[in-house]
């Protein structure tokens, strides 16, 4: 088992930045890889990042050189800084940690960016 812990959302103005915390509890050890996606009402959860346990990282073309996902081994936390915030990237952001079994998700936090 594997519980997931996300912070830091809210309210920021286009062009702006927040960065996201998920910590990580239980059975870290067999994480393999933690990401971060996003929904927004009516639409399917999108892939935002991801960081392997070795520290490859993946990005949707979307958030490609404004997002940068990051992890603190020692904190058991993993990061996804957000800059040059767009009004598109208004949505429920999830913390997800997969592991051999399935994959564990967060409870979401809310991002919204006004224009």
């Known amino acids: 088992q594997v519980q997931l812990v996300e912070s830091g959302g809210g309210l920021v103005q286009a062009g702006g930045s927040l960065r996201l915390s998920c910590v990580a509890s239980g059975s870290i050890f067999s994480i393999k890889v933690t990401g971060w996606s996003r929904q927004t009402p009516g639409k399917q959860r999108e892939l935002v990042a991801s960081?392997?346990?070795?520290?490859?990282?993946i990005y949707a073309d979307s958030v490609k050189g404004r997002f940068t996902i990051s992890r603190d081994n020692t904190e058991n936390t993993v990061y996804l800084q957000m800059n040059s915030l767009k009004p598109e990237d208004t949505a429920v952001y999830y913390c997800?940690?997969?592991?051999?079994?399935?994959?564990?998700w967060g409870q979401g936090t809310q991002v919204t960016v006004s224009s």
């Open positions: 960081i392997t346990s070795g520290g490859r990282t």
């Open positions: 997800r940690a997969s592991i051999l079994g399935g994959d564990y």
